[in-house]
Each structure stands twice: as structure tokens, then as C-alpha cells.
T-cell receptor, first 115, second 114 residues
Framework: KQEVTQIPAALSVPEGENLVLNCSFTDSAIYNLQWFRQDPGKGLTSLLLIQSSQREQTSGRLNASLDKSSGRSTLYIAASQPGDSATYLCAVRRESGGSNYKLTFGKGTLLTVNP | GAGVSQTPSNKVTEKGKYVELRCDPISGHTALYWYRQSLGQGPEFLIYFQGTGAADDSGLPNDRFFAVRPEGSVSTLKIQRTERGDSAVYLC????????????FGNGTRLTVT
């Protein structure tokens, strides 16, 4: 059974700092990995999706890397801003055949960026 | 365009009652998922629809939970004889159905069973 772990559970940083969020998964047979952002009382917003054949994806100040063989991904946020404060969730989609693309999520990292 | 819409946004019900939660996916999305998120946890898969059929309902916790998608668009998650442990945020997501498509989530329905 796939298990996804995110470290740290919570992180508080001053504005402007660069930071890294970590995600690990136990079964490396994944098709892709997705990073989401969740604001309080809201649903999930997709930030980056990395295919299993890719090493990284970038969007603005965000960069996500994937090391499939070691079961790890990182989300790098450059020059953090108070508006980045949210919970960040990592999720993996299994590789096995069929059309079910369900995701297995970690518990998330609660990020607070202080002005 | 409109995103995934879930109604109601909040639902408070008494233990033992029946509830229905509604999801309107993005137009044209063939795949629809229900997830449940308890406090401090990541979302957990409940059920997946491809078109009108439930292709995978392995995440439904027991037979009190049931979901339908009769016309391949709107879906309803139904919970019978609610229990306090059912309290959570129920999230709906849709996608075009291709394997490398990201999921688009709604804002969820917060269910509280008193």
C-alpha cells in the first residue's frame, strides 16, 4: 500500500526566505506526482505536476523535483511571501494499468510566512 | 470558466440522519472523484466515476456510503444513518480523464454530525 509522508508538518519562516518542503513515498511505481496548495476552508489548487519520467517542473517562484527511484520529491519556494501561507500537499498517482487515476496524499505541510 | 462546484458548503446534521452532498464537475470532464479529508489529514480516496459508472468504490468506508452520477455529470454522495465519525470535509474533483491530467478540486462540503 502506498504511503506518502511530508516533512516538516509545519514550518514558519520570515518573508523573503527560500524554503524547501519534502515529500516521500514508499512505492516508487508512480505515474506522476502533484503538489497542491490548500487555503483554510478551501479546496485544493494544483501547483505543479511532474510526470514520472521528469526530474523537475517550474512555475514562477516554485520548483518541484522528483527522484522516483528514491521515492522523494521536494517543493522549493523562492523569496517567500505572506501570501504563500497555506497548507501544501503532495500526492502521487499509481502507475498500474487501467483508467483509475486516484491520488494518494500526504498529510501536508502547514507553511506560515511572517511579514 | 466555472470550476468544480460543491453544495452545500456546510452541512450540520444529527446523528442517524441521512445527508446528500452534491458535486457539479467542470463541463466536459468525464472523470469524477470523491475524497474525504479529516482534520489534520490529507484527503483520502472514496470513489471514482468514469462517465456514469462507478469504476472504483474501494474507498467507501462501509455500506452507509453511496454515490451516483446518473447522467455522467453531476454526482451525489449519499450517507445514511450518519455517525459522528463521518464529520469531515468531503471534496469532489474532476478531470478530463486522461492519465496525465491534473485533478481540479471543489471547495468541499464541511459535514458536521452532532
Amino acid at each position: 500500500k502506498q504511503e506518502v509522508t511530508q516533512i516538516p508538518a509545519a514550518l514558519s519562516v520570515p518573508e523573503g526566505e527560500n524554503l524547501v518542503l519534502n515529500c516521500s513515498f514508499t512505492d516508487s511505481a508512480i505515474y506522476n506526482l502533484q503538489w497542491f496548495r490548500q487555503d483554510p476552508g478551501k479546496g485544493l489548487t494544483s501547483l505543479l505536476l511532474i510526470q514520472s519520467s521528469q526530474r523537475e517542473q517550474t512555475s514562477g517562484r516554485l520548483n518541484a523535483s522528483l527522484d522516483k527511484s528514491s521515492g522523494r520529491s521536494t517543493l522549493y519556494i523562492a523569496a517567500s511571501q505572506p501570501g504563500d501561507s497555506a497548507t501544501y500537499l503532495c500526492a502521487v498517482r499509481r502507475e498500474s494499468g487501467g483508467s483509475n487515476y486516484k491520488l494518494t496524499f500526504g498529510k501536508g505541510t502547514l507553511l506560515t510566512v511572517n511579514p | 470558466g466555472a470550476g468544480v462546484s460543491q453544495t452545500p458548503s456546510n452541512k450540520v446534521t444529527e446523528k442517524g440522519k441521512y445527508v446528500e452532498l452534491r458535486c457539479d464537475p467542470i463541463s466536459g470532464h468525464t472523470a469524477l472523484y470523491w475524497y474525504r479529508q479529516s482534520l489534520g489529514q490529507g484527503p483520502e480516496f472514496l470513489i471514482y466515476f468514469q462517465g456514469t459508472g462507478a469504476a472504483d468504490d474501494s474507498g467507501l468506508p462501509n455500506d452507509r456510503f453511496f454515490a451516483v452520477r446518473p447522467e455522467g455529470s453531476v454526482s451525489t454522495l449519499k450517507i445514511q444513518r450518519t455517525e459522528r465519525g463521518d464529520s469531515a470535509v468531503y471534496l469532489c474533483a474532476s478531470s478530463p480523464g486522461r492519465r496525465n491530467s491534473p485533478l481540479h478540486f471543489g471547495n468541499g462540503t464541511r459535514l458536521t454530525v452532532t
